[in-house]
DNA sequence: TTGAAAGCGCTAACAA
DNA sequence: TTGTTAGCGCTTTCAA
């Protein structure tokens, strides 16, 4: 294995300090111009590379962001990651990713690594549940919440969605299409957005004059399977001629649970399903949908990324972008 | 903003030497019970994290491992960066992901970051091109090339894929059906797996003793638009009754075309994808394709990875599973 | 069982 | 214009 290549070897190599090859790489007007040229061009030649370590243990801001999502499956957290890794690239800050799988504990390990390695900013979508012993997870972490909202006990900032004007929308007009038993399939009450998703679905049904039996809401701790079992005991009970759900790894799984029993989603049963994947709209004929904007979640998550560079003050604030419901042929 | 805990700070609170505190951190035997009960507790108190950079600039290996893919929006990509997680998380090791657009100055841009941060290893989807100058951007990097390969002048291990089989198949089962006019959209030249897939194609037609024309052989630099165009193209000239995809960009952005244009996946034209995101089963009855296996990949690749933890010797090794031809209804 | 010194790569502050 | 020193957080080596 070769050496690192640093200020010393070049220095070494020049026959001059390193505090001269220092200047020389960081543009101080403290050098001759024939100085700095021997420099730079050793420098090119050796492949020198600035060390991350030694800069990071002076003190200087790491430029590394982390997010951590529930996966990367999930074409919407797919989409977010993709965004946001490209609007940081232009700030030249690096996106390190950890996956939770919505487990809390995986959750916390992601935080403490994060932080080890000085990542001073971090956006999730954080886990159900809380922490056993809250003891400084989050020191020196400034966090952006996103989507979903949790009770911190620390300053963090938020990028939420509001969708209960789609949610209601969308039971609105099941109702209008002559829809009596309209399901619900959402996360549980752990979370802002299952409260608030919940909420919306009740609003909806009331405003409609309706009545939603017990067993046709369906709220646990949201994933695939989640929905997709719960969408299969509806479609097999048959008391239901309508699903709308509230949430992105619910609404892939009762989707796939639909089509998995041969359910025609533009005749037997209505469906409306939650987020945007590319391809809903060529699943039987489009499948109606609470679309959640993507792309600018991202972006107004980079702007706050970005904003709070100058402003290094209370990691505060909260953003709401409105969701959308999307009218397709499965409603 | 209150100063970093590190080790010394522990030792002032506690009036001991900052040594002690270390010991009693990294469970050295030589350290009194007591004392290093004291440091334990206070250690939690104040959420002490060891410091990355500390431990990176003596010298240690970093545990960071660079991904770098053109994007995350493809579902192939998406599920190998998901997979390939989950399988690092268990190393304990964290995942840097650089997209690269299919770009080749991004890609050296992100090899330029990962070096910096002294990620050891890197998993790369090669982007199309060759490097102006290439002098050392590769250096202490030990490189996994992932499904394509290109020249890299340096050892660099390669996890790929063996899909002639697949396409063979794939065009002996249209020409059985009996299509003449077999169209493939592929990766241009630059890339092992543009030459491959295109080789692979004409084998098939050859076996099939059919000849094709050559403006049904379109071979780009590959993406989603460019499949789109040019699926879009053969679609609207009519000349073609079969379209065979190389790439996953390509496919999906041929798809879209054909969906897009009303097309009947199943009646008009015959198609035949590449790759196998979760939706291809559902859309037009049932998207033909060659599958390529993502989770032995990932699978693969990380063992590749962890491997070489020990036998700190070349990277250079090279891994081939096999592509399968799904038949559904779109051929 | 504890502590002091040195060094990893880099730059601010001072000295020449 | 160039060089020397010190210190960021940590562990290895040597000394007490």
Redesign the pocket.
């Known amino acids: 294995m070769t ?2 290549v ?3 070897s070049i220095a070494h190599d020049l026959g ?5 090859v ?2 020389a ?2 543009n101080s ?4 111009e024939q ?1 700095r040229r021997k420099v730079l061009q050793r420098a090119q030649e050796i492949g ?1 590379v ?2 991350f ?3 990071t ?3 200087e801001q790491t430029a590394l962001i982390g997010l951590l999502l529930p996966n990367l499956v999930n074409e919407f957290y797919a989409r977010f990651a993709d965004s946001l890794a490209q609007h940081l690239e232009v700030e030249g800050q690096q996106l390190i990713i950890h996956l939770s799988g919505d487990d809390i504990d995986k959750e916390r390990q992601a935080l403490l690594k994060l932080r080890e390695i000085q990542a001073n900013r971090v956006v999730m979508v954080p886990a159900p549940g809380v922490y056993e012993n809250q003891k400084g997870y989050l020191q020196d972490l400034q966090i952006i919440q996103l989507i979903r909202q949790r009770e911190m006990n620390v300053a963090a900032g938020a990028v939420l969605v509001d969708d209960s004007g789609a949610i209601v929308q969308a039971v609105a007009h099941l109702a209008d299409q002559g829809h009596r038993r309209i399901a619900y399939i959402g996360g549980d009450s752990l979370l802002s957005s299952g409260r608030s998703r919940l909420a919306a679905f009740l609003s909806g049904m009331r405003l409609a004059g309706l009545e939603p039996g017990a067993d046709q809401m369906i709220t646990e701790r949201p994933s695939f399977a989640m929905g997709y079992h719960s969408a299969r005991g509806l479609v097999d009970q048959g008391r239901v001629t309508a699903i709308v759900c509230g949430g992105f790894e619910i609404s892939n799984g009762a989707l796939h649970a639909c089509l998995a029993r041969g359910i025609s989603l533009s005749g037997d049963i209505s469906f409306i399903g939650f987020g945007d994947p590319s391809w809903y709209r060529w699943i039987g004929g489009g499948i109606s949908t609470i679309k959640i904007p993507v792309t600018s979640l991202a972006a107004k998550t980079a702007e706050m990324l970005v904003k709070k560079d100058s402003a290094e003050k209370n990691y505060d604030f909260r953003h709401q972008l409105t969701a959308e419901f999307i009218r397709r042929r499965s409603s």
């Open positions: 050496k690192r640093t200020i010393k001059i300090s390193h505090m001269t220092s200047r790489l960081s007007s403290k050098v001759r100085t020198y600035k060390s370590a030694a800069a243990m002076r003190g």
